[in-house]
């Protein structure tokens, strides 16, 4: 597979940059344009800013094994001053990234010549006040912080505290938490892994920290559970505050039922009450005060049910979607395969069915509704169930902060669609 097959797509807190992180380990920036004094209803397209190799291919010695470049998360830092920082992580390590601008340079150095060549301290006879001199914008991105040796296996989340001084990463059966200034040491804040490896049943696939309260966060784990933890209870937090569990309809209990009940992706809510689960089938909005069953369900793709035997053959029953919130918590997006994504809103409870694809991404194209349908007739419009492509899977989406700017990465492509009221 090709190292551009976007991993993971982040906009930062402003909504003003839009980072991408591939299969050989380059995050790419992009940046949204300023409006134009002439045409002030068009708010910019997003252009790219900065491009950098975030990681490299690495060979562990000791285990004798490959640590892939790949990009697995990206995490913007709230912006402090002109420069933006993010934290991106393979497998393994997670590095922490200044990119900041510049257009001016120093000249008149009295050490060295303008080449750079170290002049002879005999020589010097006057000294000069260096001047900073315009230049060219530059956009440099540089590691302040590398995170490593935490993780005996693989990171799959890392999320940001509302405090700012701390993250924390998951692998698949512990958690760590991270200070920013301490590079050589991490806190094990969860550990699920049992005394004798042949009785674990569960791994920890996705964890977040609460929006506001900088004691709390969740993970989810591949049999379809949440964990809500408060730190200031103990400091292993082995024990949750609250276990969130949907009992299992026994009528709908197959082969494939644990598969597809593990949890691929888990999101607090902007306002913090909520959080959202990504399932293989489904998503599901958790009300905080309500352990026993979701608020809300939504069917991403239901006509795959009968599909589960051979989306096991071809290995896609285990493909990871995340899911997405709005800036005001109203509408969840979430992807599917044959570059379709979805879109739920909670309010009208309608949902859209929407193609990322070349021909809906020319500008100012608006996107038809798509639709599946399962044996019998098919309208002109539909799509058949046996015609999907399932080699194209959107996986990785991002919403705007605060305004109905979407971005969605489709293999190796990025789409930005926008609402046309712009």
């Not at 708010?43 to 010695?61: A, I």
Request: charged content about 30%; hydrophobic content about 35%.
């Amino acid at each position: 597979m090709g190292a551009d097959i976007i991993s993971t797509v982040e906009f930062n807190h402003t909504g003003e940059l839009l980072a991408t992180g591939d299969k050989g380990g380059r995050v790419v920036i992009f940046q949204r344009e300023q409006e134009s004094k002439n045409q002030v209803h068009r708010r910019g397209e997003y252009n790219v800013y900065s491009t950098f190799q975030s990681h490299e291919p690495e060979f562990d010695y000791l285990k004798s094994l490959e640590i892939e470049e790949k990009i697995n998360k990206i995490r913007w830092l709230p912006q402090q001053n002109a420069a933006y920082f993010l934290l991106s992580t393979n497998d393994k390590t997670v590095k922490l990234w200044k990119v900041s601008e510049r257009d001016k340079r120093p000249e008149g150095y009295n050490l060295k010549d303008e080449e750079g060549r170290l002049r002879d301290p005999a020589t010097i006879t006057t000294l000069r006040v260096p001047v900073l001199r315009p230049m060219d914008l530059m956009v440099e991105a540089t590691p302040r912080r590398v995170f490593s040796n935490a993780h005996t296996y693989h990171i799959n989340s890392i999320s940001v505290n509302s405090d700012y001084e701390t993250y924390m990463s998951a692998d698949d059966l512990r958690i760590n938490l991270w200070n920013f200034e301490i590079t050589n040491q991490s806190f094990n804040i969860v550990d699920i892994k049992p005394a004798n490896m042949e009785e674990l049943t569960e791994v920890i696939t996705a964890a977040e920290f609460h929006p506001h309260h900088c004691n709390t966060f969740v993970y989810s784990s591949s049999k379809g559970t949440i964990r809500l933890c408060d730190m200031r209870a103990s400091a292993l937090c082995d024990r949750h505050t609250k276990f969130f569990e949907e009992p299992e309809d026994p009528s709908n209990r197959s082969f494939f039922s644990e598969i597809i009940s593990s949890i691929s992706d888990v999101k607090f809510s902007h306002s913090g009450r909520y959080i959202m689960t990504r399932d293989y089938l489904t998503v599901k909005v958790w009300d905080l005060n309500m352990e026993n069953r979701p608020i809300e369900t939504y069917q991403v793709h239901d006509y795959l049910r009968s599909k589960l035997c051979s989306l096991y053959e071809n290995d896609c029953i285990f493909d990871k979607f995340e899911c997405v919130w709005n800036g005001s918590d109203s509408v969840i997006m979430t992807g599917s395969y044959n570059n379709f994504f979805r879109m739920f809103d909670r309010n009208t409870k309608r949902d859209v069915t929407l193609e990322a694809s070349r021909e809906n991404s020319k500008p100012r194209a608006i996107l038809k509704p798509r639709k599946v349908c399962v044996g019998g007739k098919r309208r002109k419009d539909e799509i058949s169930v046996d015609s999907l492509d399932f080699s194209k899977k959107i996986l990785h989406t991002a919403w705007h902060p605060s305004e109905n700017i979407i971005a969605v990465a489709a293999t190796n492509n990025l789409y930005i669609f926008q609402d046309k009221v712009n």
